[in-house]
């Protein structure tokens, strides 16, 4: 069960910023033409109007209500390259990078999207974008995969759904070094491979970043060895994101080999390590950036290290390493945001949580629970001054100190909390669903479990059923990514229909949750076995008490025999497990 750089100074009264977009275009009587729309802040925002949009040798545009504008060039062809200029008080383009780009054939076949946000929220709102065109081009590459690993068998596909996991995990990373490159930064080769990446090329954009061509641009470049070090990086990160981990390695060592001394190279290939779960590489890595950071005296720097470690000291199971990791690095961004609260405030709050998720884990409540109420002010000031850039922080953290909230039995703490967290969450996924709508879902599915604890019954039933319908359509469109939320949410409903003695209901729901899980199961034993387990002992419960003895046994035996494989590995997880059902079966003798 889950409940689960810097502003680019002094803007003047008006910002001309020279956009190249992604350009469609037919002939119109001899003319080339291009349609486009401006959103606010990200893909799915809302439309912009009144935003000036101009290019040479094209007529002058206003956006309209609608946010869309058109462009007639009557001397240019499919294949010319365009510039636009947009115009906008204190605002900028998101998509930057989408500089010099040619005229296509048919200005029907999509709209150019500019994406325009406060100064203030632009490094945000580029690592939302460039976080959604990288996971775009992993579900492309998985789609491909999973074709023939389903050829191969289980074993293949369950690989397959691993290294998609690893690729977004990495994905997360890569879009906040993007998001960071100051607009018209990087050589020719980042900017046009960047472009391709954007249009969904990615093997057109690796090909522009060929090895060889990189070992050439860093043999010449010696007085620009940070854009060699960026045409490495994203040469990585676009192996990446095709499962090409071997590939990417050898990229971000081109990285390090260019610059030994690069503290981006040597830490961007400590957290590819980390993700991949490749913890000594990591650990390595980072150490060489530590004593980067150090020599340099950058303590923003250390800081992030110091937490990175933490993390991977916390993920192995080693706790108290994790501890003074986030101490030290809690200390250092504090005086840090002291003096540059608006650059370091969000820092100190990730590191506040971290560390009140690892005290909460070691069972000391007034530890956790300070850790989590600082974080939470610092998120509810932030979200205050830029409610676009920080509300989904504010509801993640919301949702931590629920969860902890609810642990401790301060139901009503945890249910104000779960309501804030999911009405800031219903309005995060009005604007942009395709993002939003699952953290909304998760949200009511949190809130149903509390309501159903506490018997509000017909509100848990209102809460899980909408979270159940949002799971299904976001399955109907991508079953391999929300089809285990469909059977959660099936599971959790049982348990209530079950509660309210509406039997037949409970025992369609556990049904079809065991189907999908079981089928799911057949693909990844490891990450879904368990929950078959879960739904044949919830199953077996509504059997027992509807005197179908033998069926209940039966699936009873089932689930201990897998709790048993699963305590073999890990004792401390599943024994709890396997002595709650070995109890259930003694009662049916």
Known sequence: MSFSPAPWGAMSA??????????????????????????????????????????????????????????????????????????KEEYVVVNDIQLELTLPANADERLV???????????????????????????EAY???????????????????????RAKETAEKAAEEFAKQKPGAGSELYRTAMQLFLEGKVDEALSTLEEEKLREFSEDAKERTDQAIQNWMLRAHLLTVEFRFGDAEKAYQGAIDTSPDSFAANYAFA?????????????????????????????????????????????????????????????????????????????????LGNL??????????????????????????????????????????????????RDQNRTEAARKELEESLQIRRDLARKNPEMYLPDAAMALNNLAI???????????????????????????????????????????????????????????????????????????????????????NNLATLDRDQNRTETARQELEEALKIYQQFADRNPERFQSDVARVKDALQKLR
């Open 143 to 165: 789609r491909k995969k999973l074709e023939e690993a389903q050829k191969t068998g289980a074993a293949e596909i369950a690989k397959v759904r691993q290294e998609r996991d």
């Open 450 to 536: 509390l309501d159903r604890d506490e018997k509000r019954t017909e509100a848990a039933r209102k809460e899980h059923e909408e979270a159940l319908k949002i799971y299904r359509d976001l399955a109907q469109k991508n079953p391999e990514t929300f089809l285990p939320a469909v059977a959660m949410a099936l599971n959790n409903l049982a348990i209530l229909d079950q509660d309210q003695k509406r039997t037949e209901a409970a025992r369609k729901c556990y049904e079809e949750a065991l189907k999908i899980r079981r089928v799911l199961a057949e693909k990844n034993l490891d990450a879904y076995l368990p929950d078959v387990a879960q739904t044949l």
């Open 356 to 405: 009140a998720i690892l005290d909460a884990h070691q069972n000391r409540p007034e530890a956790a629970r300070k850790g989590y109420e600082e974080a939470l002010k610092i998120r509810r000031e932030l979200a205050q001054k830029n409610p676009d850039t920080c509300r989904p922080d504010l509801a993640k953290t919301l949702n931590n100190l629920a969860i902890f909230d």
């Open 14 to 87: 008006r910002i001309f910023i020279v956009l190249g977009l992604i350009a469609v275009a037919s002939r119109v009587q001899g003319a080339a033409l291009l349609r486009g729309v401006v959103l606010a802040n990200e893909v799915g925002g809302s439309p912009m109007a009144n935003v000036e949009v101009s290019a040479i040798g094209g007529n002058p545009n206003n956006t309209g209500v609608d946010g869309q504008f058109t462009f007639k060039f009557p001397n240019k062809n499919p294949g010319d390259t365009i510039f636009l200029t947009v115009r």
């Open 271 to 351: 957290r590819f390590n980390q993700d991949l779960n490749r913890y000594d590489k990591a650990r390595a890595a980072y150490a060489r950036c530590l004593g980067l950071a150090k020599s340099k005296g950058n303590n923003g720097d250390i800081a992030s290290i110091l937490n990175s470690l933490a993390t991977l000291d916390y993920n192995q199971y080693l706790p108290e390493a994790a501890r003074k990791g986030y101490e030290e690095a809690l200390k250092i961004r504090r005086e840090l945001a002291q003096k540059n609260p608006d650059m370091y405030l969000p820092d100190l709050a990730k590191t």
């Open 113 to 139: 999207t500019l994406l325009l946000c406060k100064v203030g929220d632009r490094e945000e709102m580029a690592r939302r974008f460039y976080r959604l065109r990288s996971v775009e081009a992993i579900e």
